[in-house]
């Protein structure tokens, strides 16, 4: 039972990730406008969005990962 549990649980978790791609965003460790940047991802490029706030994904990107405003995503739907 465990192993047919176990790719059906998987594949739901697949199924619910987020994707959009960057139109060019400076990331944050936390979501402020006031926060420090400390990597930037260029635009075309792909993102996982791992969650959200109002006006913020946190985005990952290979080793690259964090806070990045809505408005530099474009949601794939």
């Given at each position: 039972?465990?192993?047919?549990?176990?790719p059906f649980i998987y594949s739901i978790v697949k199924?619910?990730?987020?994707?959009?791609i960057s139109t060019g965003c400076i990331i944050t460790a936390v979501p402020e406008e006031t926060s420090d940047a400390y990597s930037e991802i260029a635009a075309g490029n792909k993102v996982l969005i791992t969650e959200k706030t109002e006006?913020?994904?946190y985005i990952e990107l290979g080793d690259s990962c964090g806070w990045c405003p809505k408005k530099d995503i474009?949601?794939?739907k």
């Open positions: 039972m465990l192993f047919s549990t176990v199924t619910t990730e987020e994707y959009g006006n913020w994904y474009i949601l794939i």
